[in-house]
């Protein structure tokens, strides 16, 4: 019998293993097929707006120094002629020259503002996600009390109100009223605090409701109902039955979250005076910076798709009802 199990349980991880690979091919290709899809999209976008990153309404260029720029950046050319030249230097590893930061690469800027968006983002995901979590689980605790209908209402706020606005509060009581934080900058650990606090509470909000619901949806479940019958103990209970099967389902929340917090936050960024991705982001629209748009797209894309593949992987082992290609076991 022994041997049978162990023969059975091999069995199962080789189909397991053989599946997941098979699925992970096919998410990878789709994955690069909608990457692929979405440049072109963003390209002809970015393109048919009016105007150019070197078009200067009060003092013009004269038409001779426009052709060299245009030749120099690799503008000149119909649209799909530009494309194929992008594609073709990305392929290799070239994202190409920003324009509002002509003495660096594409990939140093990104590598220079990237980490301070991940600093914050880190720190947003950790509030976000264990305050979240835990007001969730107070609040479906302490159902239909006033407890209850308190963090649900301040869940609530959260959801509604941006996070520029939260931001600006803050500056206005913290900064300017009662001068604890300074109204933005970088380099200090507080200088982390407002961003990450207007940043946090709109995922928290998210993250609060989904594991309060989830909870009390658990705790409705015949097997914890009969475990309180046979006399299991309540602590018990929420740690084997009710958590470990309540917050499987947060993978879901955690996936979208996840790409948006990390590539960061143009309002908060900005707000803030965050030299982050978000902010740079921002600039580079406003000064048709096109190599910089199209490279934030690709890794904003990349990790969108990544982090929902990430997700199912999770889920399918979090799971173990789950097959990934093949839904819930039955």
Known sequence: MVVRGCVSGLLAARDWGASMSGYLVRRV????INIWIITIIVFALMKSVPGGPFVFDKQPLPEEA???????YGLDGP??????????????????IPFQSPTETVVSLIARAWPVTLVVGAFTLLIAFGGGILLGIVAAMRQNTW???TLTFLATLGLTVPSFVIGIWL???FAVNLRLLPTGGWGEPKHLIMPVIAYALGPMAVVARFTRTSVLDVMRADYVRLARARGVPELTIWRRYVLRNALVPL????????????????????IFNVPGLGRFFTTSILARDYPMIMATV???AFLWGFTYILSDVLYSIADPRIRIGQGRAA
């Open 29 to 32: 290709l789709g994955l690069l």
């Open 66 to 72: 426009m052709e060299n720029i245009n030749r120099k």
């Open 79 to 96: 649209v799909y002629v530009q494309y194929l030249r992008w594609i073709g230097a990305v392929l290799q590893g070239d994202f190409g």
């Open 147 to 149: 407890l209850d209908r």
């Open 171 to 173: 500056i206005y009581t």
């Open 251 to 270: 993978i879901t929340v955690l996936g979208p979250e996840v790409p948006n917090i990390l590539t960061g936050s143009i309002f908060v960024e900005a």
């Open 298 to 300: 690709l890794l904003v």
